[in-house]
């Protein structure tokens, strides 16, 4: 069975960064591929970011273009997200998700989420 | 990018009842598309992908159909653990797109 379980969220200021990790276990984690979703509170699902397997390609979100990098590291089966320049409107559960073929793939398994929230 | 419109994005309905929710894409997503559903509090589930593959261990009164630009997915009998939200995705291309759910009430 896939578990993912993310960590790292908070409280943090305008303008801090933050990082995020997923931790991932029950699969061969070097070959699916991972993203990040997230959903601000009462609001609906927006993708956030994703990476391919060997961690070689990565896509982002207009919305985090330049402020967020998503990275992995397959030998721990973790995957990251380091949130930087963070605005009001990045507070939200991240969540992990897998999906097995970085191009067609739609998130199959997601971890329980992190809340970061973004404020003074 | 692709603009994923969900309709209604609110409904009220009956244990029993059959329920239709509909997505269309602004442009051609072949059939990758897929419906998720989230209960308050919960983590999204994964019901169908590629516009009409049941997820493993979900109940066939769960179905999605269409191609192209136009889906829907139906609940054939609606039951109480039913009543959550619904997302759909796109899963043709980036960036991923989803609805803006549909939110399923008891009537």
């Known amino acids: 069975e896939v578990q993912l379980l993310e960590s790292g969220g908070g409280l943090i200021q305008p303008g801090g960064s933050l990082r995020l990790s997923c931790a991932a276990s029950g699969l061969t984690f070097s070959t699916y591929a991972m993203s990040w979703v997230r959903q601000a509170p009462g609001k609906g699902l927006e993708w956030v970011s994703a990476i391919s397997g060997s961690g070689g390609t990565t896509y982002y979100a207009d919305s985090v273009k330049g402020r967020f990098t998503i990275s992995r590291d397959n030998s721990k089966h973790m995957l990251y997200l380091q949130l930087n320049s963070l605005r009001a409107e990045d507070t939200a559960v991240y969540y992990c998700a897998t999906h097995y073929d970085f191009w067609k793939g739609a998130f199959d398994s997601w971890g329980q989420g992190s809340l970061v929230t973004v404020s003074s | 990018d692709v603009q994923m419109t969900q309709s209604p994005s609110a409904m009220s309905a009956s244990v029993g009842d059959r329920v239709t929710i509909t997505c269309r894409a602004s442009?051609?997503?072949?059939?990758?598309l897929a419906w998720f559903q989230q209960k308050p509090g919960k983590v999204p589930k994964r019901l169908i992908y590629a516009a009409s593959t049941l997820q493993s261990g979900v109940p066939s009164r769960f179905s999605g159909s269409g191609s192209g630009t136009e889906f829907t997915l139906t609940i054939s009998s609606l039951q109480p653990e039913d009543f959550a939200t619904y997302y759909c995705?796109?899963?043709?291309?980036?960036?991923?797109?989803f609805g803006q759910g549909t939110k399923v009430e008891l009537k």
């Open positions: 995705l796109q899963h043709n291309n980036y960036p991923r797109t």
């Open positions: 442009q051609g997503i072949y059939n990758y």
